[in-house]
């Protein structure tokens, strides 16, 4: 196995690791870096209020301490680039309830919360860009 596909497996993993049903909160035997939700204040593009549906969820968002950018388009997919990888994970998205889920074509589904403008997932806080 090349150096590239190994990192290419682990960085997979890690994110697949993050689909997990276990509910909000960090995986077991670890602690939440208190510099990721820090480091995530909205910045000045990010809207008033919290997006309610696809639409509004549309565009760029990221998480610099992570380097994962998930880009939202108005027709209901998204594609990730995850540390430094392009098109890392590709699929559809929905929006219910305040809640935001990941449907990866991977056959791995992620999801985040809507919190005071920005989508707050396991792997990190997603801010609109």
């Known amino acids: 196995m090349s150096l590239a596909t190994g990192v290419a497996a682990l960085a997979l993993s890690t994110l697949a690791a993050c689909g997990s049903d276990d509910g909000p909160g960090t995986p077991e035997g670890s602690s939440p870096s208190s510099s990721a939700s820090a480091s995530a204040s909205p910045t000045s593009a990010a809207p008033t209020e919290d997006p309610a549906d696809a639409a509004d969820l549309a565009g760029t968002w990221r998480d610099d301490e ?6 939202f388009k108005a027709d209901g997919t998204f594609s990730e680039d995850f ?5 890392f994970r590709t699929g559809d998205y929905e929006v219910t309830d305040g809640v935001v889920t990941l449907m ?12 005071d403008g920005t989508l707050v997932f396991k792997l990190g806080t997603l801010v609109r860009q």
């Open 66 to 71: 992570v380097d994962w950018t998930v880009t």
């Open 83 to 87: 540390q430094g990888v392009p098109e």
């Open 104 to 115: 990866g074509g991977d056959g791995n589904d992620d999801e985040g919360t809507i919190k």
